[in-house]
T-cell receptor, first 114, second 116 residues
Framework: DQQVKQNSPSLSVQEGRISILNCDYT??????FLWYKKYPAEGPTFLIS?????DKNEDGRFTVFLNKSAKHLSLHIVPSQPGDSAVYFC?????????????FGKGTKLSVIP | NAGVMQNPRHLVRRRGQEARLRCSPM?????VYWYRQLPEEGLKFMVY????????ESGMPKERFSAEFPKEGPSILRIQQVVRGDSAAYFC??????????????FGDGTRLSIL
């Protein structure tokens, strides 16, 4: 049962344009969401997170939007740069569960074309 | 910048052998998490440990797999009698305390385990 879903395996965007990566979740108990970026042969690198009490969090070129009613979040990258080409993972966490394990989606491979 | 250190980066074992994967968390971090990534999949949680304690092992297979985080030294993920299906990338993450929105888990570069 995939509780965090990234339905687009890949995305291609022109340099300078906006990249929008989407993520859906099914578990309404999730209250903390993160995006990680991963290059081949490296570990995931934390990008940005958002708590369920917010609907937007911004950090430089990266903005995460959360729509709790739709159980949907998205990562916006603007402007996109060739160095942003990587696999992006959406992850979710449930507070109070005593564990803090992250549940990951399968990832979206972003290619930024110069 | 002493991040999460995992070794070895690559490990090759024959079926039936044991695999030991090591993880040194970031300095000052006392919480360690192990995840496994199969090809074309996301990372799957295996186990969460604090020093000398296993807090949550709900994602770890009941047989052949074990983990520890001793008072001194790195965390160890041990796989006994490896099988081909154990081939995967194993990632370790750490955090200074139970992670909050301001203190996410930080990952190492992983150990790629190949079973011949």
């Amino acid at each position: 049962d995939q509780q965090v879903k990234q339905n687009s395996p890949s995305l291609s965007v022109q340099e300078g344009r906006i990249s929008i990566l989407n993520c859906d979740y099914t578990n309404s108990m999730f209250d903390y969401f993160l995006w990680y970026k991963k290059y081949p042969a490296e570990g995931p690198t934390f990008l940005i997170s958002i708590s369920s009490i917010k609907d937007k969090n911004e950090d430089g070129r990266f903005t995460v939007f959360l729509n709790k009613s739709a159980k949907h979040l998205s990562l916006h990258i603007v402007p996109s740069q060739p160095g942003d080409s990587a696999v992006y993972f959406c992850a979710a966490h449930r507070s109070g569960a005593g564990s803090y394990q992250l549940t990951f989606g399968k990832g979206t491979k972003l290619s930024v074309i110069p | 910048n002493a991040g999460v250190m995992q070794n070895p980066r690559h490990l090759v074992r024959r079926r039936g052998q044991e695999a030991r994967l090591r993880c040194s968390p970031m300095k000052g971090h006392s919480h360690v998490y192990w995840y496994r990534q199969l090809p074309e999949e996301g990372l799957k949680f295996m186990v969460y440990l604090q020093k000398e304690n296993i807090i949550d092992e709900s994602g770890m297979p009941k047989e052949r797999f074990s983990a520890e985080f001793p008072k001194e030294g790195p965390s160890i993920l041990r796989i006994q009698q490896v099988v081909r299906g154990d081939s995967a990338a194993y990632f370790c993450a750490s955090s200074p305390e139970p992670p909050t929105s301001n203190q996410p888990q930080h990952f190492g570069d992983g150990t790629r385990l190949s079973i011949l």
